[in-house]
């Protein structure tokens, strides 16, 4: 709703400078004021027309505003000092948020616009652990977003079956005595596995030798014995990988095999229109000094044979082709090789991706490596928060039977994990705490219990019958704080999520879900609502607020329950 009504502000604005004949300006920025005594909106654009006027901003801002006529949902506009402030006029603009607000409220016009989105691309040696989720729950939150803002969102995962680790994996399962235990999830089998030949490599510096030999025969022979167990390594591990993400809410709309791109000619495509750029010693290299990057991109090993960032390449010049714009989700750590992949992308021709670029996730204990097997899965995440969160309730609602309880505890323990983690802007480091994860206070908890709080108001009231009435027969004349701050945040919701689809940023979406559900819980708190002689409007404000609250959670993957 405040999209709208920057949008009414700002068309004010354009025709006061039409009839002053001023130069427009392009991109007029409007805020909301931290003290609701200074207005609803306001602009600081006669800051922007100081250069062109020669005039001080408040001599310029009093000139705005003596021939600015003001639109509906406001009824005045103030010029105070250099800004404009708009007000509101509260009834018409209270009507027209609540008329707004459905069931899939949030979301905005189709874009026609086809993006694809790439998060997660864990290496299937091993199962996802902690240092992944970041990356995943970013991933699908923003894949989310994007969707509800109005984008064709085709989420890809990118299948690593060709890299060195897979290549161990199989020279383990053709030379140590050791086999798979088929009860257990699969992804934890080749993790043991991996972890395994790791300690061969260290006492024998010819199962190097042997690896890369694999490594050589599969990409350049390919025989058919070998594909079988790269290939059967790759989707065991995917398996656990798919089992694992499900329980987190997470889902990919495509898998990419980066063998594709070897098999159906896409690398040699690839060497070949880039061979004017490319130099030669023992490998095959793009020199990007003339960009201001020291270090090459080597595009083919001494033995002739490609690397994960030559076929990278080839599956980014695809999501290229079949997309209107690509995006990433990717570690710090890989800022040298987009800075390189995109100077090679706009070689071929290709769109550069829009990368969001996360650091990583730690427990308090320390870090964590797959290869010294010394992880904690996103499995035993789940469990832990799961346990937690049981152990929680049972304290809180000991009625609850065994089945709900369960049911509850899931609900809470996921959302505890996605919102710790999506609260938070990617570019800091996060450490992940349990207490604040699980905190019903000030974790995703209380943004959940806000959702169920309204669902047992509302069939407390029976409220089903009561909720269809005519918006613009109820009286929005005296509102209390409560009540105004509480439309006033249902308000923002729309601008929330397209600012963050705008942005490629999560963590507004999960910052806005507690400041709602905090302003709800004010109101909830303080407000009488069943038996007042304003039931039927409150009961309307709840409602509206259950369903923004759904909305908002859905939008970073988490369950809202009808009670807790």
Known sequence: MYRILEKNARKSVIEALDSLKWEKIRDIKFEQPPDPSMGDLATSVAFQLVSQQKSSPVDIANQIKDVLKVKSPFKKVESVGPYLNFYL?????????????????????????????????????????????????????????????????????????????????????????????????????????????????KENSDVKNQVNTILRIYEEKNPEELEFLFKSVVRKCLEGIKETSQR???????????????????????????????????VLYLDFSDYGIEKELILTRS?????????????????????????????????????????????????????????????????MSTRKGVFISVDQLMDEAFRRAQSELKDRRPELNESLSKEIAEIIGIGAIRY???????????????????????????????????????????????????????????????????????????????????????????????????????????????????????LLLVDKSRITIKNCLNLLGIDAPNSM
């Open 248 to 282: 987190l809410q997470i889902t990919h709309d495509r898998f990419v095999w980066e063998s594709q791109f070897i098999r159906d000619g896409s690398v040699d495509k690839i060497l070949e229109n880039l061979k004017d750029h490319t130099s030669q010693n023992d």
């Open 303 to 367: 033995d002739g044979t490609s690397l994960y960032t030559t076929r990278d390449l080839a599956y980014h010049l695809q999501k290229s082709e079949q997309s209107d714009w690509v995006v990433d989700v990717l570690g710090s750590d890989h800022k040298l090789a987009i800075d390189q992949l995109k100077i090679a992308l706009e070689l071929l021709g290709g769109k550069k991706p829009e990368v969001i670029f996360y650091e990583f996730i730690t427990l308090p204990e320390g870090s």
């Open 420 to 538: 710790f983690i999506a609260r938070l802007s990617p570019e800091k480091h996060l450490v992940f705490k349990w207490d604040e994860a699980l905190s019903f206070e000030k974790g995703c908890a209380s943004i959940q219990y806000a959702h169920a709080r309204a669902c047992k108001l509302l069939e407390k009231a029976s409220a089903t019958g009561k909720l269809s009435v005519e918006i613009d027969t109820l009286d929005f004349s005296e509102l209390n704080t409560l009540e105004i701050d509480l439309i006033k945040n249902i308000a923002k919701f729309t601008s929330i999520v397209e600012n963050s689809a705008r942005d490629l940023r999560v963590h507004p979406i999960a910052q806005y879900a507690m400041e709602m559900a905090g302003t709800f819980n004010k109101f909830y708190k303080s407000v009488q609502v069943i038996g007042s002689d304003k039931e039927i409007l409150r």
């Open 89 to 201: 006029d509260y009834e018409t603009f209270f009507k027209l948020v609540l008329k707004s607000v459905h069931e899939n409220y949030g979301s905005l016009q189709d874009r026609n616009t086809k993006v694809i989105l790439e998060h997660t691309s864990a290496n299937p040696n091993g199962p996802l652990h902690i240092g992944h989720i970041r990356n995943a729950i970013i991933g699908d939150s923003l894949a989310r977003i994007l969707r509800a803002a109005g984008f064709q969102v085709e989420t890809q995962y990118y299948v690593n079956d060709m890299g060195r680790q897979i290549a161990m994996i199989v020279w383990g399962l053709q030379n140590l005595d050791y086999h798979l235990d088929t009860d257990e999830k699969a992804d934890v089998e080749i993790g043991k596995l991996y972890f395994k030949v790791n300690q061969e490599l």
